[in-house]
């Protein structure tokens, strides 16, 4: 195991908790991707980037179980990098598919890229505000998402929305204007063609 890249691999995803939990606080974190967020995201995703052309995906036989998973989580938020992102996706799903690591990991960061280019995901990780409190994105094939859960080793997801509850839920309006905002910066960073309308 290479600790040192553990370590640092650490720091990075520890830094970007940090920052997450100071802007959750004052709500800062919700109101559209902060700029202090963006700018952590963008220079670990530099970091991870650097690292894998040097050793390919920092599994778990490089860096332990949670150095892996601060790998993931690192990718998981490199959303202003789509290319990037789908590189990841396919280093990870090589990575889960020898053992290396987990296959939810896979599932999470696929569902994500979908929801960003605007397909259904498969697995229904990706939640978004409704008026009636949260929701999965477009599902591929809400009839089989359990099973396909429970193959990568994800909870149920009835079991997870029953226990996921926003007080109060936003209203229509909030929900629009979250929801445009989010669309023109997918398309600003090229999860989406650009509106030529």
């Not at 990706?126 to 008026?131: I, P, S, W, Y």
């Amino acid at each position: 195991m290479n600790a040192a890249l553990r370590d640092e691999l650490l720091r990075m995803d520890a830094r970007d908790q940090a920052v997450r939990a100071e802007l959750a606080a004052d709500g800062s974190l919700w109101k559209g991707y902060e700029p202090r967020m963006e700018k952590v995201h963008r220079e670990n995703a530099v970091r991870l980037r650097e690292i894998i052309a040097k050793v390919g995906w920092p599994g778990q036989s490089l860096v332990g179980p949670d150095g892996a998973t601060a790998a993931w989580r690192i990718a998981q938020h490199a959303i202003g990098e789509p290319n990037f992102m789908r590189w990841c996706l396919k280093l990870l799903g090589e990575a889960s598919q020898r053992g290396d690591a987990p296959r939810w990991q896979f599932a999470m960061m696929d569902d994500r890229i979908r929801t960003f280019e605007g397909r259904p995901q498969r697995y229904g990780s990706q939640l978004r505000d409704t008026v009636n409190g949260l929701a999965p994105y477009p599902l591929e094939d809400p009839a089989r998402v359990e099973e396909w859960r429970k193959e990568v080793g994800l909870p149920r997801l009835g079991e997870l929305l029953s226990g996921l509850r926003e007080e109060p839920p936003p209203t229509a309006e909030e929900i629009a204007a979250r929801e445009a905002a989010e669309l023109a910066w997918r398309r600003r960073v090229g999860w989406l063609p650009a509106d030529d309308g």
